[in-house]
């Protein structure tokens, strides 16, 4: 993963950018004076998000688990990406998705197309909130979650501030600051909250490393087939989500096959 230097250059980069788009105020004080506060909970959110993505499957999963590759055991040894995405739209997985979040879908299709869900929506806004520290607005949340799900499609392939740094800038213009200004009637504190919501959102790209790790992971370890079943069991909606950002099934499997960037082929797995 990235070293905690990598936290260092991205506040600098989002920061420079944030001073030459607004009005420079006192704010930037109390900025350098959180960023121990921010660097604590990079590392808080790092280790949860990694808990998550590599949680193992408890036994109501390891049934349905089992019941799944059982039904699908013809699959040949190649696993057609479609053959894999087939296996999610049999009746067990999509009864398991409604016991999910109450929702019923036709297919695995139809799931991919909900995404992202309001669930996931709920949940990722939750994560903000714990590194913001205080209330947004409804206008606020809308435009902060539209730019943090452009950003984990940009960052599929391992793109982040860090290595890319126009990209990220140009998107966090473009996506964050230019709407929030353009909408916020927010004075107190607005332009520090700007400046936390751009640091979050570097620090969440990085979701798609840690899924990716845990998933490609899984299949290295069990195969193909089952490293897939599980990744989908365990993280459906991190699963979806990150599928609804490929063309076919075939592009997701490959990204699922491949080392993860050009970071990933010197690292180690995370522990299981």
């Not at 109390?30 to 590392?43: N, Y």
């Not at 879908?105 to 714990?130: E, G």
């Not at 996506?175 to 009637?185: F, G, K, Q, R």
Request: charged share 25%; hydrophobic share 40%.
């Amino acid at each position: 993963m990235k070293k905690p230097t990598c936290l260092i250059l991205t506040i600098i980069g989002v920061l420079l950018l944030i001073v030459g788009l607004v009005i420079v105020v006192p704010w930037i004080v109390d900025i350098v004076q959180e960023f121990g506060k921010m660097q604590e909970k990079h590392e808080k959110y790092t280790i949860s998000i990694r808990k998550y993505a590599n949680t193992p499957l408890n036994e109501e999963q390891i049934g349905l688990y089992e019941i799944i590759l059982k039904e699908h055991a013809e699959i040949s040894i190649t696993e057609k990406p479609d053959e894999l995405e087939n296996m999610l739209s049999t009746e067990p997985y999509l009864t398991y998705l409604n016991l999910q979040d109450g929702e019923v879908y036709s297919d695995y299709t139809a799931f991919i197309n909900m995404m992202p869900t309001q669930n996931h929506k709920a949940i990722v806004l939750s994560r903000l909130s714990q590194f913001l520290e205080t209330d947004i607005g409804e206008v606020t949340q809308d435009i902060w979650l539209d730019f943090y799900y452009r950003l984990r499609e940009w960052g599929r392939d391992g793109k982040t501030q860090a290595n890319t740094s126009k990209e990220f800038n140009d998107l966090l213009q473009k996506h964050l600051v230019e709407p929030l200004m353009e909408n916020s009637s927010d004075t107190g504190g607005f332009t520090s909250k700007i400046f936390k919501m751009g640091i979050v959102s570097a620090v969440m790209v990085e979701d798609n490393e840690v899924f990716h790790r845990a998933w490609h992971h899984r299949i290295q370890s069990s195969g193909l087939q089952e490293g897939y079943l599980m990744s989908a069991i365990t993280t459906p909606e991190e699963f979806a989500l990150m599928r609804s950002f490929f063309e076919n099934a075939d592009a997701f499997v490959n990204w699922l096959t491949e080392p993860f960037g050009l970071e990933e082929e010197n690292v180690e797995p995370e522990n299981q």
